[in-house]
């Protein structure tokens, strides 16, 4: 049965890149959705009404949260899983004609959005030069992690696509300005001129990337431990290694999964996604109902990370949830 949640003033709902399946109705106070413009990468920001539901898409697509939730005074919401969700709507036609008119309106102003970036003046572009110039937008306005976004999105589309060798440059340029080096930033050129064409082993990465964002997970472990037996390139056997830990955990094989980046962290105490290992060894504790473990892990992750990446904030939600256990 859907359940009531009250929530404090300058409390968060949920986290831009969570994953849950919660559908929410505002039944009082102010709830703010906030995101990131998808043409200038410029933070937008929504109210929601009261008697509006919010977290839907994600939700029904089972992707990551787009937004932040943001509670700007004391609320009270209705919370909805997926089936109950559906139920509801299935005996409601104004709740389906009410959505219905709010992810049409959303659906033109992104379309619109997307067409004004891949406009051309008088030339039409097709979609994988529009995706790759979309990528060169961001990276030359310097907005590494939009940038990172959308060269990632490129490569699990087109893998052997006409950019893909200047694609997996760029994305490791961006990685490296992202991280903060001491290096100043690299202009475009210095990258212009890397191979024609991807590796072997960066096309099956790839290949298993895409697997994995169609949760076909099994299929994509084994593509990833293919790559881990096969490869001495150190950046995709890495890279691979992390994602056979987020295969493990998304299969549920929570021993397995814990095993696994334990390892990874002991051969790999420098790697870039070390945080997020945390967090998914720490997951696998709270999913096991080892709560105490769980914690000492997402606080463990408090402080190395920044306040300003995700994986904190999320370390720090988990740990909100787990207090009294």
Known sequence: MPKSVQYKANSIVYFKGDINENIYILKSGKVLLKSNDIETGQETNELIQTGEFFGVKSALGKYPREETAVVLQDSSTVVFTVPEFEDVVSKNTRIIVKMLKVFSNQLRRIHKQVQNLLSDKDQAVDSETGLYRIGEYYLKSRKFPQA?????RYLTYYP??????????KIDLAEKNQQG????FQPL???ENKGQELS????????AVSLFSQQKYAEALKEFQ???SNTADEEYLAKSLFEIG???FFLN???KCISHFTSLIQKYPKHPDLAEALFYVGSCYEKKEIFQKAKGFYAKILTMASEDMPVYRKAKKALKALEGK
């Open 181 to 184: 080096g001491t290096k100043p």
């Open 253 to 255: 094989d929570f021993d």
């Open 160 to 169: 052997s696509g006409k950019y893909a060798a200047d694609v997996a440059a």
């Open 226 to 228: 293919a790559i881990v």
């Open 246 to 248: 987020r295969c493990l």
């Open 148 to 152: 990172l976004y959308v060269f990632r």
């Open 189 to 191: 050129t210095a990258v």
């Open 200 to 207: 072997d082993v960066a096309k099956s990465y790839y290949n």
